[in-house]
């Protein structure tokens, strides 16, 4: 017989395992892993294949960066914040309360220089991360009685993730960390006043219109939160480079295709919601004030004591000023139109 | 010697030529094509070659389509709304006056359709067309006088892109086609009144604030227009179907790559136009009104007379009726309430 002939092989077989955050009830979110993983396959004709598991099937959703930190797997689909606990700085390349919204934090990643601090970051620990996706503006959540005043919040029991909650503590509310499965049972019985999730697509499948009426806006914490593929640094390093460079462009297709199904699916799903009788709320002008007050004061601490964190956040703000200043022109203005016709009946 | 071993080349060697729209000086339009030939090459281990032609370089910038359709080259980088004056319908991929914003075109193209039903027309001047980039919603122009009623829109002189022309004259403005690097000179000479191109960014090289101070918001004839890859057809389907699926991955990722870059672009650049005199003006209601009874007379008209446009000018309004709806919640709270903070210098 002859020896394999010297050929280099162009696309080599390689299989990896990504653990998602997420329930694969939850098409969207979960869904974005899938979309990437397709994309991958495909373009190398077969030959780089990611499996995707959903939460719980080989690591708690919570869990899923630690498992890639560890070997367990290779790449995960989370969202930064979930670990803010170990460090504030892991939630800055996801949300933090009054960021930049989702263009605003896509422009700041792949142009403003994000997604190379994020992985200073995070290379740290052994992680190479990339956008995987954005949900836009989330609603504020689900609340069983009405708020007008920061004095409504006071002993409020609402089921929050985990940095904003930190926030909302100055405020007095008592924010509870409740797996996803969990959350619905807890409001139906009262052991939490309110509860957040994403958006109407997701709210209306987890069925918190049943127990809790009046459903608020914005999310001030999560103004257009950053989902992310996060890789082993070194698995990545050691992938052919046509390889790296794929995952590279099907990370950035996957993350716009997220914000796409949201922004089709949400309006409908919004529309199914008051149908069922969903009460919707804006927080008030003294709430908003007094939530930003309160983030202030957060930032103010972590930025002294943080110099990583104060680094990042700093490259935010200052993209956010002039972000939020150029927005009001021709974006807020078109929109503002089109609104007031939608409102009108015009459209 | 031996005949050459029985392997399936996985990445056969293929070199396209794609004639884009747009000239090298604007590097975020034109670099949209760059980047997704860039994004293709390496994944494909440098076998798929996308070549990039500017503007004028091998096909005049306005009849890039043509040269895909009579096989001059492969691809171009392109608008749609240019080639409006063959059939309207062409424009609606791209952007029509008072049509959806960037993210609304975005869930209309990926989720909600709008991609098959662009590509049945499409496909009849054998053409297969991808989003490959948005601008956002774009400014309304430089005017070298104040206007403030539809009195003032009489007789002036006005270069625009087609369509949204169309629906001007019907307020007796005169618009004037001229091709980009014609534009400065007729300007200043008062040859032409007004003109619009795209935003902060790019009219800031091409210099109109120094002849016209007068900066209008905002563009209602490009909400979020799309730009587009348009491939020859039949070339697209005699791809290996690995590079036909990366083809689709590297465009949804040029695509969201071209919007980032603007948006972190533009904030900076209008800060300097400001500094340099330029005098920020809103289209007065009256004028907004105006234009928006004007355009839905043209879509009338045109609907009447035009299945194909009636059908897919159809799908997008439906959705911009629950599109603006939605939006007003969470991101037009957040983002009003991050704006107001930015005025009051509290960002």
Same mark, same amino acid.
């Given at each position: 017989?002859?020896?394999?002939?010297?050929?280099?092989?162009?696309?080599?077989?390689?299989?990896?395992?990504?653990?998602?955050?997420?329930?694969?009830?939850?098409?969207?979110?979960?869904?974005?892993?899938?979309?990437?993983?397709?994309?991958?396959?495909?373009?190398?004709?077969?030959?780089?294949?990611? /499996?995707?598991? *959903?939460? !719980?099937? =080989?690591? #708690?959703? $919570?869990?899923?960066?630690?498992?890639?930190?560890?070997?367990? @797997?290779?790449?995960?689909?989370?969202?930064?914040?979930?670990?803010?606990?170990?460090?504030?700085?892991?939630?800055?390349?996801?949300?933090?309360?009054?960021?930049?919204?989702?263009?605003?934090?896509?422009?700041?990643?792949?142009?403003?220089?994000?997604?190379?601090?994020?992985?200073?970051?995070?290379?740290?620990?052994?992680?190479?991360?990339?956008?995987?996706?954005?949900?836009?503006?989330?609603?504020?959540?689900?609340?069983?009685?009405?708020?007008?005043?920061?004095?409504?919040?006071?002993?409020?029991?609402?089921?929050?993730?985990?940095?904003?909650?930190?926030?909302?503590?100055?405020?007095?509310?008592?924010? /509870?960390?409740? *797996?996803? !499965?969990? =959350?619905? #049972?807890? $409001?139906?019985?009262?052991?939490?006043?309110?509860?957040?999730? @994403?958006?109407?697509?997701?709210?209306?499948?987890?069925?918190?219109?049943?127990?809790?009426?009046?459903?608020?806006?914005?999310?001030?914490?999560?103004?257009?939160?950053?989902?992310?593929?996060?890789?082993?640094?070194?698995?990545?390093?050691?992938?052919?480079?046509?390889?790296?460079?794929?995952?590279?462009?099907?990370?950035?297709?996957?993350?716009?295709?997220?914000?796409?199904?949201?922004?089709?699916?949400?309006?409908?799903?919004?529309?199914?919601?008051?149908?069922?009788?969903?009460?919707?709320?804006?927080?008030?002008?003294?709430?908003?004030?007094?939530?930003?007050?309160?983030?202030?004061?957060?930032?103010?601490?972590?930025? *002294?004591?943080?110099?990583?964190?104060?680094?990042?956040?700093?490259?935010?703000?200052?993209?956010?000023?002039?972000?939020?200043?150029?927005?009001?022109?021709?974006?807020?203005?078109?929109?503002?139109?089109?609104?007031?016709?939608?409102?009108?009946?015009?459209?």
């Amino acid at each position: 017989t002859l020896a394999a002939p010297a050929i280099a092989q162009s696309n080599p077989q390689i299989t990896w395992r990504l653990a998602s955050s997420f329930p694969k009830s939850l098409d969207t979110i979960y869904g974005g892993a899938e979309v990437m993983s397709k994309m991958v396959e495909e373009a190398s004709d077969g030959n780089f294949k990611i /499996q995707v598991f *959903a939460a !719980g099937e =080989i690591v #708690p959703g $919570l869990q899923v960066a630690d498992a890639v930190m560890n070997g367990t @797997v290779e790449a995960c689909h989370t969202v930064g914040y979930y670990f803010w606990g170990k460090d504030p700085t892991w939630a800055l390349g996801a949300a933090v309360p009054f960021s930049l919204n989702a263009r605003g934090m896509n422009a700041w990643h792949y142009h403003g220089g994000g997604i190379e601090l994020y992985n200073e970051f995070l290379g740290k620990q052994g992680l190479y991360g990339l956008p995987g996706g954005n949900t836009g503006a989330q609603m504020g959540g689900w609340f069983r009685k009405e708020i007008s005043t920061v004095e409504d919040l006071k002993g409020l029991k609402m089921r929050v993730g985990g940095f904003a909650g930190k926030v909302m503590e100055k405020l007095g509310l008592v924010p /509870q960390q409740i *797996a996803g !499965g969990d =959350i619905y #049972p807890a $409001l139906e019985k009262g052991t939490i006043d309110a509860t957040e999730w @994403v958006g109407p697509y997701d709210d209306e499948k987890l069925g918190f219109y049943k127990v809790a009426p009046y459903y608020y806006y914005p999310g001030w914490w999560e103004g257009g939160p950053t989902v992310h593929f996060m890789f082993s640094k070194e698995k990545m390093e050691s992938l052919p480079k046509q390889y790296q460079q794929l995952l590279h462009t099907a990370s950035q297709a996957a993350d716009a295709d997220m914000l796409q199904k949201y922004d089709m699916k949400n309006p409908k799903a919004l529309k199914t919601l008051v149908a069922n009788g969903t009460q919707l709320r804006a927080f008030s002008p003294e709430i908003m004030q007094a939530c930003f007050k309160a983030a202030n004061e957060v930032y103010s601490e972590m930025e *002294a004591n943080n110099a990583e964190f104060a680094k990042i956040w700093g490259s935010i703000k200052d993209f956010r000023k002039d972000w939020f200043t150029w927005e009001q022109l021709a974006e807020f203005n078109y929109d503002y139109f089109m609104m007031s016709e939608a409102n009108k009946g015009e459209l």
